[in-house]
Structures are given as C-alpha cells and as structure tokens.
C-alpha cells in the first residue's frame, strides 16, 4: 500500500459517566461527528468510553469482543469513512480486560489490545495480558497501549522495535497523575521516536468521588531532522492539547518527517542490538495472531 | 545505618576539553571545591569528566579501576569528607567502558558502573555491559547509569525493582540532544519514583566540531504525598537547574517525603509483579558482585 505522508486524527475527550450508558454513546456520537466534520481520518476515544471501569461491576457492564460496542463503533466507522480506536471493558470468559479496539473504515475489526498492566486494587476485578503488536494500516503503523500502561515504558518497547509510528493510547486515569502522566507521555514520544495520541476520560466519578484527569494530547518526539542534512533540530512536542473540558483535540501528523526521523535516528538499531532490548522484544511478543481484517 | 532524611547534593557541570586532562581536572578541583564549600555531600562529575570521550584515542586515555583518576577523586572524597560518583573511560583488558564510580567519603571505591547502551559509531570503540545495582549507602540507596542510558527506560528498572532511591547519572551528551533528554530526565524521575542527578559535560569539541549539551539538573518525581493523607499531590519536579556555563547545581533532596512516596504509591509493586517487569528484572542483574567497601 502506499504510504500516507500526512494524516488528520481526533481524539475526543469524553465525560465519562458511570452507569449511564446511553448517555455516554450519544455524547460520543456527537464529537466523533465533530471530528468527521473536521477533517480527521483517524478518530480516538477513551478508556472504557461506554462504560467507565465501573470496577465493582465491571463483570457485569463488560461486552465481548466483537458485540455491541465494536458494532456500536463499527457502524460510526464505516458511515462516516473514518478508523476509529476506543476502549472498553472486554469480557472473555471468567476475565473481564481493559482493551482498546481498532477499527477500520469499513467497519472492520482490526486488532485488539488487552492492558498489559493492572493497577493493585483493580486486579480483583481486571486481568492484564501481556503483548502488544504494531499493525500496518493505510494511515501508518499503529501500536495499542492503554491507560495505566503509559506509565510502563517497557510496555511500549516491543511496538518501539517494530517501528510502530502511531501508539494509541485511550485512557482514563485520575486528576492528580496529571502531571506525571503528561512528563512520561512526552517522554514515550521522544524515547520511542513515534507520535503518541493520549485520549483521556474526563468529568467527575460522582459514585466514587474521583475526577478523571482529561489532558487530552497529541504528542511527538521532540526531535526533527533538517531538511538537507543527517542534523537533529529541536521541534515543539505537544501539537496539540486540552485541560478538562470535553471536546475534540485534533492535529496533522507528518508522519514522511517521522519516517526520515527513525531512518536517521540511531537509537531503534541500538535499542534492538541491547540484550535488554531483546530480552523485551522477546517478553513482549503476543501470544497468538488475532484475525486482521476480520469482518465485524 | 540510621536513614537519612535529607541530603545536599552538588553536580558539577564542568566544561570537558579533549586532550587537556591537567586543565580538566584542574577546574574539576575548584568546582569540587566550591561544592563543599556548599555544604554538599554528594558530589558529582560528568562522564568521562578527566578526558572526554576521544573515541579515536579511548584504548589511549582509559585508565584501569582502581586507577589514577580513582585516586585522584578517593584523595579529594577523604580529604573534604564528601561522596563522589563521577565517570571515566575505563580500561578493562581488551575492552574500553564508559564507566561511573562511586567512591565513599572514606576514599573507598564503593560501586564501578559500565554504561549499558553504546551508540552505534562509539561500538567501535567502546563496549557496553548490562547490568545495574543499588548501593545502599548512609546518604540513600544509590544507583549509577550513564549518559546515553538514560534514552533507554529500560535500563533503569532493575534499579526501580531494587528501590532505588538517587539515580546518578554522569552525561558528555551533544546539544541537538539537549530538550528530548530532558523530557526523559524528568520521566524517568516519576516513573522510577526517585531522584535523578544529571550532572553534564558542557563546552565544545573543537576537535570533533561538537557541542555538549551541558543541562546538568536535579530531578526529583512529580508526585507527593499529602502530609496527613495517602493522596497524592503534584510538585514541582525541577529542583535546580543550569543551561550551558561551568558551573554547581546543588539541591537538597528530602529523602524523608521520597519514601512515603515510595510506599504509597502502587506503581512499584504493580512493576514487580508483571511479567515485562520480571524478565527486566532478571535481564538486568549485574553478574558477579563487586567487592563492596573495598580500599582504593
């Protein structure tokens, strides 16, 4: 397939309401329409859109993977021509994962990534699941994290080997990581030479008392080469960026500066050839190929 | 040992010039020197503070450990009663290193680190060498990286597994490299949940045509523990700063408040307990143990 030069993505920061559903997917439906209207080619939505975590529940409020979220989603995808990625609470037997789904322009189910890494007093409710895996779309090279994870950098090292252009990562993490967070998501783009698209929850858990942290942010690596030469110049990471109101945080991604950045770079052939580095590449691989390209 | 609450530690940016040992070492002397005077307890040099890299002539200019630049640092350490940890091309054999040493305000060589990642012009010359370890000393537990390590996340986690509690890192890194490094400075603070000393060679190669990046910083973790509480709250995580000029950093790190952070936060044990966490953890363990205390 060719390769894309440029591409348009939405991240939509929703308020996340537990227990409410219904009301979740219509104001979804709305800015995923508002990011279609603007341009974008790739739209993201947060961890657990749906749903919250809603952890005492969480068995209960989970869905399988496919079923009536994706096709929720599936069916915005392919109406509006867009790829979609979200996350939800997956039900897969006894275990309920916080996964994040892509979804193609056809409506497609293209990958899905369980979390890899459980919070303490989330795992009597939440499974994590080790392995992560780039996928080639016709936008780029896209890796799935979630949440939690970013807070992981060896989670995403597995993608970093594999090239991974796009990491995904739909969240919905708590007010007071918001700093840190924000720290080690620019630090992801820079170590791991590759854009990172970080779609938060926001709005308040009135059933538990905690504010969800927004932030919404679409982040690449600091480094940029010169046009004419091998030089690494210095570029703006954060392109573009919300606080805690719910919207859509939309950027251009040139993802051809990205490509001469990872050629140029030293630092993927270093990471690859460390015996840390394969002991990661190795620890990271995911256990069985999940269809690509499935219809829903 | 008693645990120490607070701690006054001084990094000594120091202008690294190719080929002029005795001057480099000189000033080394007065910045040293000045630290003291400071009230520091911790003093630290950049990598390969005595003779920069000089990649060409690194068999040349490497010293064995215990060596000439370790006694010239174990006289300074007894003579003013501080800690040292700087870094030197090492000589092992066959092999060159970009080490760090940690040397005891008694003068003993307490702890001789090897950098893990080498770039892939210096594999020529240098050899890199896995593993990392904390020291436990009466100032904290102590752990070395250096320079280029600090791109790659991984190489501090069996440190982070260990509780570390100051990561020490002597840097000779270029200027394009300046703001990503400093992004992942501050990263690795919060997701290792410790303190970060980035003492950096600054001034130019005027052999090689380089400029250093200089930058040396104090980096402590974004998050705080409330004083009467187990939540979380935000701090300020640059605690002292300088861009380019020969100069001394110093900062007082509050240990005290590091270690209720450390035992509140989850993120240690949720590391510990993943399988990526894991096959870090024995990937990284250093093989054989260096005798510890052992008289320069």
């Known amino acids: 397939m060719t390769l894309r030069r440029r591409l348009r993505v939405g991240l939509v920061q929703l308020s996340v309401a537990t227990n409410r559903r219904t009301d979740n997917l219509r104001r979804a439906e709305a800015l995923v329409h508002e990011a279609v209207d603007d341009g974008c080619e790739l739209v993201v939505l947060p961890e657990a859109f749906a749903t919250a975590l809603n952890l005492p529940k969480s068995h209960e409020v989970a869905e399988p993977v496919p079923g009536p979220v994706t096709e929720w989603l599936a069916e915005r995808a392919s109406r509006y021509g867009v790829w979609i990625a979200a996350g939800l609470l997956e039900r897969n037997g006894e275990h309920v994962h916080s996964s994040a789904v892509l979804i193609a322009d056809d409506g ?10 459980v919070y303490d007093l989330e795992a009597h409710f939440l499974t994590g699941e080790v392995g992560t895996r780039v996928v080639d779309t016709p936008l780029g090279r896209i890796g799935l994290v979630v949440g939690y994870d970013i807070q992981f950098p060896e989670v995403l090292r597995g993608l970093f080997a594999d090239g991974v252009e796009i990491v995904v990562c739909p969240s919905i993490l708590l007010r007071p990581f918001a700093e840190p967070v924000r720290q080690m998501l620019l630090a992801r783009a820079a170590e791991n030479c590759a854009y990172v698209l970080f779609a938060g929850a926001t709005g308040e858990n009135t059933l538990a008392g905690l504010t969800y942290m927004g932030r919404t942010a679409v982040i690449r690596s600091p480094m940029a080469i010169g046009a004419y030469s091998r030089d690494f110049r210095r570029q703006e990471p954060v392109l ?30 270093d990471f690859r050839r460390s015996p840390l580095g394969q002991a990661l590449i190795a620890a990271s691989a995911r256990p069985g190929a999940l269809p690509l390209g499935d219809p829903r």
């Open 240 to 269: 573009a960026e919300a606080d805690r109101e719910e919207c859509v945080v939309s950027a251009d991604l040139d993802l051809h500066e990205l490509r001469r950045m990872q050629a140029a770079a030293p630092f993927p052939a």
């Open 108 to 117: 497609s189910l293209v990958d899905v990534y369980r979390r890899t890494v």
